[in-house]
T-cell receptor
């Protein structure tokens, strides 16, 4: 049951360029979306989130775009830095689970920034 | 910055044995979670816990699993009789109740190996 999909298992980007990570979802009840970054031997670290009432949220070098009609979101990192090399997970939850926040995760995209 | 801490970082146990995975959530957080990631697979929700009771649990969280908040700081996951397929990284997470749109903060995980 792949409600959240990240179709690119890996992505390589030159340092200084833009990294774009994509995520698709199928459950129309999802209304809160998050991106997490994960280094080896560490837990997921929260990066940025977006509520379904918005179509864009920006925090420094990170911007998340949400296209509800296409059930698609993307994470833009610009400029990309070597420390951004990690696995990025897209996650989603439904407002009907307020507080319970059962997050449904994608399979992750391994981003490698080439110096 | 406050963080979720998990112990041990790695636990090896024999099939059929009981294990207890321990977590200290961030001190002012009120919602607690366990997730797991089997090698090569997605991060999966196990259980959420609020106000000293389970809020929601997944189909994975069967009678072999239990959670407890024995005091004001610890949050534990017990697996009563471990199976080979319980081998995974187990992540504890917590969140504040300040708003619906507050992210989960994850610990670094406990790698459970069942032999």
């Amino acid at each position: 049951d792949q409600q959240v999909k990240q179709n690119s298992p890996s992505l390589s980007v030159q340092e200084g360029r833009i990294s774009i990570l994509n995520c698709d979802y199928t459950n129309s009840m999802f209304d809160y979306f998050l991106w997490y970054k994960k280094y080896p031997a560490e837990g997921p670290t929260f990066l940025i989130s977006i509520s379904s009432i918005k179509d864009k949220n920006e925090d420094g070098r990170f911007t998340v775009f949400l296209n509800k009609s296409a059930k698609h979101l993307s994470l833009h990192i610009v400029p990309s830095q070597p420390g951004d090399s990690a696995v990025y997970f897209c996650a989603a939850s439904s407002g009907s689970n307020f507080g319970n926040e059962k997050l449904t995760f994608g399979t992750g995209t391994r981003l490698t920034i080439i110096p | 910055e406050p963080e979720v801490t998990q112990t041990p970082s790695h636990q090896v146990t024999q099939m059929g044995q009981e294990v207890i995975l321990r977590c200290v959530p961030i001190s002012n957080h009120l919602y607690f979670y366990w997730y797991r990631q089997i090698l090569g697979q997605k991060v999966e929700f196990l259980v959420s816990f609020y106000n000293n009771e389970i809020s929601e649990k997944s189909e994975i969280f069967d009678d072999q699993f239990s959670v407890e908040r024995p005091d004001g700081s610890n949050f534990t996951l017990k697996i009563r009789s471990t199976k080979l397929e319980d081998s995974a990284m187990y992540f504890c997470a917590s969140k504040t109740a300040s708003s619906y749109n507050s992210p989960l903060h994850f610990g670094n995980g406990t790698r459970l190996t069942v032999t």
